[in-house]
């Protein structure tokens, strides 16, 4: 009998390597890799794909792109929140990926959406690897979910899961959680390697797709917030969501990474409460709830989140430091952005902010990507920096170029539109964008670089304050 060769495989990518090493290649994590059991070779061959063991392939109809085409039927869980995240509804036979740190409220949101669906007439099923029955029967009479038809087991090996979920009609909704812990009798690896994941991933998918069944694989996450496992298990399923939130604060953002059947980046807020995650259907008013309107340093941010409008309130301290370099700290935002921007107003505003200490805080947990949120950071800033207190009426939007210039932001009149509806009166945005900001009903001040925002808001500060920002102190 052949000998058969063990292979090395990283814990975090899934790169394979024919031998050990310290250092993965393709991810640069050390100490990621260890040995793994090679697959059995097929009868008749050297190998899974050898010469002798490949058979003639089955010849399948080719079809053009001409032709009826239909919307994909979806199941609508009764979480409007979830369903704005998945597209409208679990699509037949698609596969979700959900990702979050421990403790976050994945289970939590999962059981409720089960319930939902049960209490409507579906077939639910849902499998946990971690958890005993007994632990989730008490999650759900927390919940108040135990008179809901939910089919429960607590089972890891997946030809059992999928042997059980075949006897009967086809379920609606199927939850793994998680798919860490499920284990396959052919892949020859102890659960959780990246081997195993991507075995029982692949045998998980292939029996949604062929029952119809709308599966969701719940993942645990690194310290980084990545998806532990083989990143090879994000591209095998249609849709991606991370849930995200902070143990400090009580929202929950349901965010949309990859979707095969709707928008990416789309985002669902939550409210942790006693009872379980409660939806928020205006979550503007909730993080705007409780600001202090009349304090410098403090700005409100007309954002797009996929396609909600969404404002946040940015917060800005400047202090003078008393350290050689200066401390340069931000939550909610990004690092590297807060420098370029602290540099762009010091070369084309004026300002000197070398020697104070910059904090910046996106008031109530929520993390901002866009580049559109320049504009109100810089107002934060310079109204900390000038001790002048912004009208509380005004929302700010517009990306900060490398040379001072202020770029309009997508979506102009939608966003406008949510900040009206708050009761909001004027918006200072990019000169560029007047004209996709329509018939609005606001005041607009349009500027055309950053010179044009610093010195608006230093006109309204103190006339010490306007000296100690042009020489910084």
């Not at 946990?128 to 009479?141: F, P, W």
């Not at 990474?257 to 669902?268: M, Q, S």
């Not at 559109?372 to 950071?377: G, K, P, Q, V, Y």
């Not at 207190?389 to 005004?394: C, G, H």
Request: glycine share 14%.
């Amino acid at each position: 009998m052949a000998k058969r060769a063990n292979s090395f495989a990283c814990q975090s990518c899934g790169a394979v390597y024919g031998r050990w090493q310290g250092r993965c290649d393709a991810c640069s994590g050390w100490n990621t890799i260890a040995e793994e059991s090679a697959p059995p070779p097929l009868p008749g061959g050297s190998g899974p794909r050898g010469p002798a063991g490949r058979g003639k392939g089955r010849v399948f109809p080719l079809e053009g792109l001409s032709g009826a085409s239909m919307d994909a039927p979806r199941i609508a869980s009764g979480i409007a929140e979830l369903d704005r995240v998945t597209g409208g509804g679990f699509v037949r036979g698609s596969v979700i990926l959900l990702g979050g740190d421990p403790g976050i409220g994945k289970s939590t949101l999962l059981m409720q959406a089960c319930g939902a669906l049960a209490q409507n007439g579906r077939r639910v099923v849902y499998i946990s690897g971690e958890e005993a029955v007994g632990q989730v029967r008490l999650r759900a009479e927390r919940l108040k979910l135990t008179a809901a038809p939910v089919e429960l087991a607590a089972e890891t090996n997946v030809e059992d899961v999928i042997a059980t979920l075949s006897n009967g009609p086809a379920p609606a909704l199927v939850v793994i959680d998680s798919i860490q812990t499920m284990w396959s009798e052919s892949v020859e690896a102890a659960p959780g390697t990246v081997t195993q994941v991507r075995g029982s991933a692949q045998l998980l998918i292939r029996y949604a797709k062929t029952s119809g069944a709308a599966l969701i694989l719940v993942g645990h996450v690194t310290k980084d917030g990545q998806i532990a496992g083989p990143r090879v298990v994000e591209h095998m399923v249609d849709a991606v969501a991370s849930f995200e939130g902070d143990g400090a604060h009580h929202f929950r953002i349901l965010r949309a990474v990859k979707n095969r059947f709707g928008p990416t980046d789309e985002i669902g807020v939550f409210e942790m409460t006693g009872s379980g995650l409660a939806e928020v259907p205006n979550p503007s008013a909730l993080f705007l709830a409780g600001r202090d309107t009349g304090s410098p340093g403090t700005a409100v941010f007309a954002g797009m989140e996929g396609t909600r409008p969404l404002l946040v309130e940015f917060q800005a301290l400047v202090a003078p430091s008393s350290l050689g370099t200066p401390r340069r700290a931000v939550v909610g935002w990004d690092q590297s952005r807060l420098s370029m921007l602290i540099a762009v107003l010091e070369a084309h505003a004026g300002l000197k902010l070398g020697q104070y200490d910059v904090y910046l805080n996106v008031a109530g947990g929520l993390r901002i990507v866009e580049p559109a949120a320049d504009a109100a950071a810089a107002a934060a800033l310079v109204s900390s920096l000038t001790g002048a207190p912004l009208p509380p009426d005004r929302v700010y939007l517009g990306e900060v170029a490398l040379t001072g210039a202020l770029r309009p932001a997508a979506q102009t009149s939608a966003r406008l539109k949510e900040a009206a509806k708050l009761g909001f009166g004027a918006a200072f945005l990019p000169r560029a964008g007047i004209e996709a900001a329509g018939s609005s009903p606001m005041a607009l001040d349009a500027g055309g670089d950053v010179a044009d925002l610093v010195s608006g808001i230093a006109a309204l500060a103190p006339r010490s304050k306007r000296r100690t920002a042009s020489d910084g102190g």
